[in-house]
């Protein structure tokens, strides 16, 4: 794909972001204009997105975009009422939109309709919406105002105002007159106001009074009360406030029909009157920048922070009398660089919730197909990750969740003659671990049948008959490509592509894959994926020439010892005695004659329990703040999380859990003398 189509592809993905985020507000019970202000936005955002898949020659994309709007049109007309039936279809078909457009990001071949599995539900609700014999009513009549402003009402206006005033809502214009210079900034400020607290169904030139000067416009609104004061308006910007239309004055033969074409009424709207004021928040700008200038831009900073760490060591090194101000403005120059560094990084990062949020529909869909209750859970959802790495994650996801749910899981009535609970369990849980990020798939189902591993393996010739297998060995033989235990495929799955997806998706990433199982209590899939850039705090230590950075977060204590330190000493810290291994030793490079610091890690263990060990070093540096990248050379490195390019080369990042590790291997083995 032409990659001057990268913004159009990032936009699409903020749609679907927005979408399944307006989506998740509709579960909730909301008053009636917020639920109208969360379709009337789904509505422009599947209307973008087909003008987008035009533009990037996707038609059957299109189509279905199309569709997707006509039903939230259908929506915001009053012709289908909000429910979690609705809401769990239309939520289906953005997933299927969004994971439609990825495998056209990806060069792949465009269905020819992306809304096949939900043609059905569709079909069901756009009959539903279908107006009776009579037709569809019309009652703008009844708005106290003359005939000329009534014909300049759009066909949608006109049916808001029909399905609010059978849903028993009144309707207020408010008249307001606003100077040239600011009208406006003005009007939006009081049309979100009015838009808070009702629903705003339209805004209209209105005559100015005599006596005044400026623009006047009348704001009809649906709302219970629509207070002047209120409003956010400025003295003398509300000329009056008028009832247009009374629903009492709807005919009773209307009145009976409302149930079945109108949002049901919701209770206690005045109550929980502040709840709408989110949703009537104004949209936030996004600005799109092009990752390489992005990139360049933290190469210069990193430069500049390098230049700064240079003055501030020759200003040390000067001993002058008459530093102190000029390295206090250094403090500062630091704290400013810092903080830019991690806006930038903030650019790329999202959380992971974002990630659960398109998954929690995924299950909601298949849980039905399948006829198989589950109960989902997701844990670590404030984790950050990278934007991109977030995009190369949904479809390995996808996979895993089938796969979870078809396999994995029993039907209600095998887990109930099993003595389980008839609702199946899948846990998602993100983590981060030392350098890397860790995704956890935990399902209580069945767990993975290694004999029909078995069996399918020698039938493919993956293995060799009469030759004992490791489970774990088994285990993996399910990321092969090809490889599938069912024998006919169904559409979940069954076709031998999906873990072999993961796989290569997952190492792709510089990454890992881990599969567990246990007969009868369901089965584990771990994914393990590098850190690939964060800002670190660190302790700067210094062995021979070579500078390290130890996350602050693990040191516990820095001393320099009174005498020459070696590996394998024992040190006294407050009043204990610790080990003591030479970075060096634990690193595997030249240990030196002696060390005179040392640095006290710690790592929290269970029940509030801790380990100690002592590092020794040569210098201990100082302390600072680095961007850590991980490199890809060295994925399995041990004890290294990732590096910072300085003035003087890279500062390497250790990982203070596996260093820890390693220098209780070296010291065991100078105990062992190995």
Known sequence: MDSSFDDVWAECEDLFAQARQTLATLKEPQPAHVVQTSVNALFRATHTLKGMAGMLGFPSFSRAAHRMEDIFDLMRKGRLRSTDSLTETLEAGILALESGLEGLRRGRPEPDDYLQSLRRELGELEALARPAQGGAHDLSSLLDLPSETLKALSDYERTRVTAVLMHGTPIYGVTICLDFATFDERLRAISEAMGARGELISTLPWDVPE???????LLISACTDPTPGELSALEGEILGTT??????????????????????????????????????APEVEILRLP????????????????????????MRQAQATDVEKPLALMG????????????LLQMRMVKVETLFARIEPMVKSLSRDLGKPVKLTFVGGDLELERSLLGRLSEPFLHLIRNALDHGLEPPSERLAQGKNETGSLRISASQQGRNLRFDLRDDGRGFDLARIEARGLELGLIKEGQPQAPEKLLRLSLEPGFSTQERASQISGRGVGMDVVRSEVEGLGGEIHLSSEPRRGSLVRLTLPLSRAVVSCLKVRCDSQVFGIPLGSVHRVQAGRQVLRGGDQVEVLGMSLPLESLQACLGLPEPDMQRAFVVLTQQGGAAASVEIALGVDEVVGRGEVLMRSLPELARSPGIMGGSPQEEGILWVLDPEAVMGLAMDSLMRRVARV
């Open 291 to 314: 990752v390489h200038r992005v990139e360049a831009l933290e190469a210069r900073l990193m430069g500049v922070g390098q230049l700064r760490d240079t003055a501030s060591r020759l």
């Open 211 to 217: 006596d005044r000067e400026g623009l006047a416009f």
């Open 243 to 280: 009832l247009l239309a009374d629903p009492a004055r709807v005919p009773a033969s209307l009145r009976d029909e409302a149930p079945a074409a109108t949002p049901a009424p919701e209770p206690k709207q005045e109550a929980e009157e502040p709840a709408p004021v989110a949703a009537s």
């Open 332 to 343: 500062e120059i630091e704290e400013g660089l810092l903080e830019v560094q991690k806006s």
